[in-house]
């Protein structure tokens, strides 16, 4: 409480020229009525020295000079009988009595005694009738307001009010010295000047309106003035009632930001209300003492406040020159206190409270000051405290908390399924909730309200809800020893794996007949973590759910969800909804979750009784064996292709597993499978040559071909990166089995692989050959030295099979002369394409790719006279340039009748000398020196040649032929003409007449046969004038016609 007793200093200098002893200094005293004592004290015995420097510096314009004022010790002592001293009694009798209050016959009291001390006997009459006539208003059970009945309305500077509001601007306000700071900073006076009836204060009296409403008050300040203004609302309940005020319009200036508060600039600087709710007695003098609830400006209107005690108080300051009623108003009404007990509260504590089930099984829990805005900085408990064999029940209908985050570290409800805080927690809460129903597991329950200081100026409104102490409720005895209540939960549970474990579940009261209106939840989860995860499978053993009038399950059902729809809270979608008398088919969950929703309905009956056993999940696609193992079929006659995987592919698999994947062809098939993914755990791997047989220790996959006899044949052993190259089965075998084996300690992602069902290929595949009875030979991968090609298109793979056979007593040599297949055997393994060697009848192949061999790995030996080569490339096949190999029968005995290789001993034929090719082996070339040089045979060139030659010698022939005969004919000729010469002298010869008649014919050659005329030189059948020419001479006509005659 401040003091300035302006009007007494005045006095003292001017009056009646009368000095203190003291210089006469004002001070401020926090808490307590004013003291006035002689001497006064200094600026530095107040205890706020803040408040104490404001207050002298104000005063100073009242105070003469230091040097106008006497000395210390020096001042006369005050007179004992002064008019000054009595009117000073005058007004403090007046201060207190304007400030009515409840313990006003103390005040008074006290005045009066003060008015007593010694003075003029004459003003003492004077003072009774004072006394008398200022307590006629309070008998007369009202007093005058201006506008609304029921309020008391400020009537000076000089009241308590106007006390408040010098303590508001000067100190600091409950969230710290910023906000008096600020006001000083702005520019606006430290102590603001009230104008009069600016306070205004609101009592609830017996008989009178318990709500009404207010606003702000008129101020009109001259022009060239600014002055700022301060008035306090005080709305004062009755006993065991609260203050509930709520604005209704409201348009201060500034615009604060979401959640700014005091001391948040430049906010709320010229124009504002505070709020105070917790103020614990009526004496609104104190302020500076209580709570702040938050200061407000801007166009949005607090939210409604209802006051933790009776009183309630607003402090509407402006430095506005006019201010109108229309600025902000709202209503008030006085609300019974009765409501906020929720049960027998603890001395001393706002809002703490224990219900014991004697006093009141039903009735509401509430926050302190719910609806509206609830304190800062609270703690409130409420313990509920059944008898043996009932339940508790809580029931929040309207929860609207401040959200801290998940966790709620800020405001929060605590529940303990107990009797104290040190019980078993059943949630916390913030936030905003809905359908929020908890149960205690027992007879008792503690909830915990608790809100923490903070500077954000939030507005929630806290909780509404219901509890009831029952013996209806579930009784949780059919939870058994597998399963655990969730606490706050009616009855539901929940039961986990102890890894491949089981057990049993029931409905609530089974045997006997079950509650109705009830639904209970069973959450049964399997192990899932890095190293396990399993799924949960559920057959029922009985099963008796009555059905609805409809047949259907409208009343009482049970509802499975295996995919974890729990999860999103969807429970609209389950998997099966079962009812009747039937007893359900077996379910397995997709996954680790399993949830049971059994809804009792209105018709009773016996329930269900159910098994549930948690098997190792695998997923892995395929036909799973009916133990739950993790065996996996797959079958030509179900489909033709598809996809497996190690267990949790991508994830890592789980530790201490067998799986076996069985692969089942028809006569006519055979099956491919071929890897894309593959990492298993190998910590004693070759990091040389890759991670195959004897190197897998740890973790491993094995492949084989199974035969009808039930033999099985392994292909190989893989593990680390070493991918499998791609397989197919063996022509005759049955199928193929995949064996995944991992022992209990680390894991890794495993694999994935794809298979295919195809039409059976011949036994040497699509390029592949039986080779015997030879002394050496070569092999090269298709299209050498071009690179190799995948398979056709829609085909798993294509395969070479060399089959190798030498005599008796006598092994295979395998040299590769040039390598270059895809893989890595490393770092990826062979996925793409593979050699595999098979160098006995027994014993798994090796397996080569890589882009060159290691020097160790490049010549191989048969254990007995036969070998098996396969190369197989797969659909994922990009191509390379492949290999080439020779293999030479020989033998590894000491004693060699042929010929020895002088570097690696092998005892190979004699006829392999000097035959250009390395049968020796890797880098022995001895088969081939000290022989004599020869052109190499090339037996398409002897060929061509031959050819060539036969060509020439016919041509060559034929051509002797013709002119032998033209020679014939020529010679012919001739002795015919020589034959027919001598008979030209004799007349009549028959030689001339033929002769006659050839040349006759002759000079006429279209008379000749075709054949004839066609073989004639050109030159004669062709040049008619040359013929006739001949045939007309002189001497062979004559001699014709001599001959003639």
């Known amino acids: 409480m401040l003091r300035t007793y302006e009007a007494f200093h005045r006095g003292a200098t001017t009056a009646s020229g009368f000095l203190p002893s003291e210089p006469p200094v004002w001070c401020c005293d926090l808490g307590r009525r004013p003291r006035f004592r002689w001497p006064m004290p200094t600026c530095?015995?107040?205890?706020?020295?803040?408040?104490?420097?404001?207050?002298?510096?104000?005063?100073?314009?009242?105070?003469?000079?230091?040097?106008?004022?006497?000395?210390?010790?020096?001042?006369?002592?005050?007179?004992?009988?002064?008019?000054?001293?009595?009117?000073?009694?005058?007004?403090?009798?007046?201060?207190?009595?304007?400030?009515?209050?409840?313990?006003?016959?103390?005040?008074?009291?006290?005045?009066?005694?003060?008015?007593?001390?010694?003075?003029?006997?004459?003003?003492?009459?004077?003072?009774?009738?004072?006394?008398?006539?200022?307590?006629?208003?309070?008998?007369?059970g009202s007093v005058s307001a201006a506008k609304d009945p029921g309020n008391i309305t400020g009537t000076s500077s000089t009241s308590s009010a106007a006390v408040s509001v010098e303590l508001l601007n000067s100190a600091a306000t409950a969230?710290?010295?910023?906000?008096?700071?600020?006001?000083?900073?702005?520019?606006?006076?430290?102590?603001?000047?009230?104008?009069?009836?600016?306070?205004?204060?609101?009592?609830?009296?017996?008989?009178?309106?318990?709500?009404?409403?207010f606003e702000a008050p008129t101020i009109l300040n001259p022009t060239n003035q600014t002055q700022s203004r301060q008035c306090i609302y005080t709305f004062i309940a009755g006993p065991r009632q609260r203050v509930e005020v709520g604005f209704t319009s409201f348009g201060l200036r500034g615009t604060p930001p979401d959640g700014s508060s005091i001391g948040h600039l430049p906010a709320c600087v010229h124009e504002y209300i505070d709020l105070y709710v917790e103020i614990k007695d009526s004496n609104v003098s104190d302020l500076i003492n209580s709570p702040f609830g938050g200061r407000y400006c801007g166009p949005i209107a607090p939210r409604r406040r209802i006051s933790l005690y009776r009183t309630l108080a607003l402090g509407f300051f402006t430095d506005k020159n006019a201010t109108y009623p229309d600025l902000f108003g709202g209503t008030y009404s006085f609300i019974n206190d009765s409501e906020y007990e929720v049960g027998t509260p603890e001395p001393n504590t706002p809002c703490t409270f224990t219900v014991h089930t004697d006093v009141r099984r039903t009735g509401n829990i509430i926050s302190p000051t719910y609806p509206g805005v609830y304190p800062k900085d609270l703690t409130c408990s409420y313990q509920f405290i059944g008898k043996p064999g009932q339940r508790v029940r809580l029931e929040f209908r309207d929860f609207d908390l401040f959200f801290g985050g998940p966790h709620c570290p800020f405001d929060y409800v605590k529940v303990y399924d107990g009797l104290t805080n040190e019980s078993a927690t059943i949630g916390t809460y913030c936030g905003q909730q809905r359908n929020l129903v908890?149960?205690?597991?027992?007879?008792?329950?503690?909830?915990?309200?608790?809100?923490?200081?903070?500077?954000?100026?939030t507005q929630n409104r806290g909780f509404k809800g219901i509890f009831e102490f029952s013996e209806s409720f579930v009784k949780l005895d059919f939870i058994k020893s597998e399963g655990e209540h969730i606490r706050g939960?009616?009855?539901?549970?929940?039961?986990?794996?102890?890894?491949?474990?089981?057990?049993?579940?029931?409905?609530?009261?089974?045997?006997?007949?079950?509650?109705?209106?009830?639904?209970?939840?069973?959450?049964?989860?399997?192990?899932?973590?890095?190293?396990?995860?399993?799924?949960?499978?559920?057959?029922?053993?009985?099963?008796?759910?009555?059905?609805?009038?409809?047949g259907e399950c409208s009343d009482g059902y049970l509802k499975i969800y295996l995919k974890g729809q729990e999860t999103m809270d969807a429970y609209d979608k389950y998997d099966h909804e079962f009812c009747g008398e039937m007893l359900p088919a077996q379910v397995v969950s997709d996954g680790p979750r399993l949830v049971m929703v059994f809804s009792s309905?209105?018709?009773?009956?016996?329930?269900?009784?159910?098994?549930?056993?948690?098997?190792?999940?695998?997923?892995?696609?395929?036909?799973?064996?009916?133990?739950?193992?993790?065996?996996?079929?797959?079958?030509?006659?179900?489909?033709?292709?598809?996809?497996?995987?190690?267990?949790r592919y991508p994830s890592n698999y789980p530790s201490g597993t067998n799986c076996t994947y069985i692969f089942i062809a028809t006569p006519n098939e055979q099956v491919n499978i071929v890897f894309d993914h593959f990492k298993v755990r190998a910590d004693s791997a070759n990091t040389t040559h890759?991670?195959?047989?004897?190197?897998?220790?740890?973790?491993?996959?094995?492949?084989?071909?199974?035969?009808?006899?039930?033999?099985?044949?392994?292909?190989?052993?893989?593990?680390?990166?070493?991918?499998?190259?791609?397989?197919?089965?063996?022509?005759?075998?049955?199928?193929?089995?995949?064996?995944?084996?991992?022992?209990?300690?680390?894991?890794?992602?495993?694999?994935?692989?794809?298979?295919?069902?195809?039409?059976?290929?011949?036994?040497?595949?699509?390029?592949?050959?039986?080779?015997?009875?030879?002394?050496?030979?070569?092999?090269?991968?298709?299209?050498w030295p071009n690179n190799y090609e995948g398979p056709e298109r829609g085909l798993a793979s294509r395969t070479c099979n060399w089959y190798l056979s030498v005599r008796p007593r006598f092994k295979i040599l395998l040299n590769f002369e040039a390598f270059a297949v895809e893989g890595d055997p490393q770092n990826r393994g062979c996925p793409a394409a593979v050699v595999r060697i098979w160098r006995g009848n027994e014993g798994p192949p090796l397996e080569?790719?890589?882009?060159?061999?290691?020097?160790?790995?490049?010549?191989?030996?048969?254990?007995?006279?036969?070998?098996?080569?396969?190369?197989?490339?797969?659909?994922?096949?990009?191509?390379?340039?492949?290999?080439?190999?020779?293999?030479?029968?020989?033998?590894?005995?000491?004693?060699?009748?042929?010929?020895?290789?002088?570097?690696?001993?092998?005892?190979?034929?004699?006829?392999?000398?000097?035959?250009?090719?390395?049968?020796?082996?890797?880098?022995?070339?001895?088969?081939?020196?000290?022989?004599?040089?020869?052109?190499?045979f090339e037996p398409l060139a002897m060929l061509g040649a031959g050819i060539g030659g036969a060509v020439v010698f016919i041509l060559a022939f034929c051509i002797w032929c013709h002119r032998k005969r033209k020679r014939r004919?020529?010679?012919?000729?001739?002795?015919?003409?020589?034959?027919?010469?001598?008979?030209?002298?004799?007349?009549?010869?028959?030689?001339?007449?033929?002769?006659?008649?050839?040349?006759?014919?002759?000079?006429?050659?279209?008379?000749?046969?075709?054949?004839?005329?066609?073989?004639?030189?050109?030159?004669?059948a062709g040049s008619r004038r040359s013929m006739q020419h001949v045939c007309d001479a002189p001497e062979l006509h004559y001699a014709s016609s001599v001959d003639s005659v």
Request: with cysteine.
């Open 44 to 140: 530095a015995d107040c205890a706020d020295q803040v408040a104490a420097a404001a207050i002298c510096k104000r005063s100073s314009q009242h105070l003469p000079s230091s040097t106008s004022l006497p000395a210390r010790g020096k001042w006369p002592p005050p007179p004992r009988k002064n008019t000054l001293f009595l009117r000073l009694e005058i007004l403090l009798f007046l201060e207190y009595f304007a400030m009515a209050s409840e313990d006003l016959q103390k005040r008074l009291s006290l005045s009066i005694i003060r008015v007593a001390l010694p003075g003029d006997v004459i003003w003492r009459p004077f003072l009774v009738l004072l006394v008398l006539f200022s307590l006629l208003p309070l008998f007369s």
């Open 175 to 213: 969230d710290g010295p910023q906000a008096a700071a600020s006001t000083l900073a702005s520019g606006a006076p430290s102590f603001p000047t009230k104008a009069p009836k600016c306070d205004r204060t609101f009592v609830s009296r017996p008989g009178a309106p318990q709500n009404g409403t």
């Open 438 to 457: 908890l149960y205690s597991s027992e007879s008792s329950l503690f909830v915990s309200f608790v809100t923490l200081q903070r500077t954000a100026n």
């Open 489 to 550: 939960s009616e009855c539901d549970q929940k039961i986990l794996s102890k890894k491949e474990s089981r057990g049993i579940v029931y409905s609530p009261n089974y045997p006997f007949p079950y509650i109705p209106k009830i639904v209970c939840r069973y959450f049964i989860y399997g192990m899932q973590d890095m190293q396990h995860l399993e799924r949960v499978r559920l057959s029922f053993d009985k099963f008796e759910i009555p059905r609805g009038q409809n």
């Open 601 to 647: 309905g209105e018709v009773q009956g016996r329930g269900f009784k159910a098994k549930y056993t948690f098997e190792t999940e695998y997923r892995i696609p395929g036909t799973a064996a009916p133990d739950g193992s993790c065996t996996f079929t797959y079958r030509s006659t179900s489909r033709k292709r598809g996809e497996f995987n190690s267990p």
């Open 690 to 783: 890759g991670s195959y047989g004897h190197y897998c220790q740890e973790d491993w996959l094995e492949i084989y071909n199974m035969y009808k006899d039930g033999t099985e044949k392994l292909v190989g052993r893989y593990c680390g990166v070493t991918a499998p190259g791609p397989v197919e089965s063996n022509r005759g075998a049955t199928g193929l089995k995949v064996l995944l084996h991992s022992d209990d300690e680390g894991v890794f992602s495993g694999f994935k692989a794809r298979y295919m069902f195809e039409v059976a290929k011949s036994i040497f595949g699509d390029c592949g050959s039986n080779v015997s009875s030879q002394e050496y030979g070569v092999i090269t991968s298709p299209n």
């Open 848 to 936: 080569l790719c890589g882009e060159k061999l290691p020097l160790d790995r490049t010549q191989f030996t048969s254990e007995n006279h036969v070998m098996r080569i396969s190369f197989i490339s797969a659909d994922k096949s990009v191509g390379a340039v492949g290999f080439r190999a020779v293999w030479t029968e020989m033998t590894e005995s000491p004693g060699c009748d042929q010929f020895q290789c002088s570097k690696n001993g092998f005892c190979i034929s004699e006829r392999l000398r000097c035959n250009n090719v390395d049968n020796c082996g890797f880098e022995d070339r001895s088969d081939e020196t000290n022989c004599h040089t020869e052109p190499p």
């Open 969 to 1020: 004919r020529r010679q012919s000729r001739r002795r015919r003409l020589q034959r027919g010469s001598p008979g030209v002298g004799y007349r009549g010869s028959l030689a001339g007449s033929l002769a006659g008649s050839m040349i006759g014919n002759l000079a006429a050659p279209s008379s000749l046969p075709p054949s004839l005329a066609g073989s004639l030189p050109p030159s004669l």
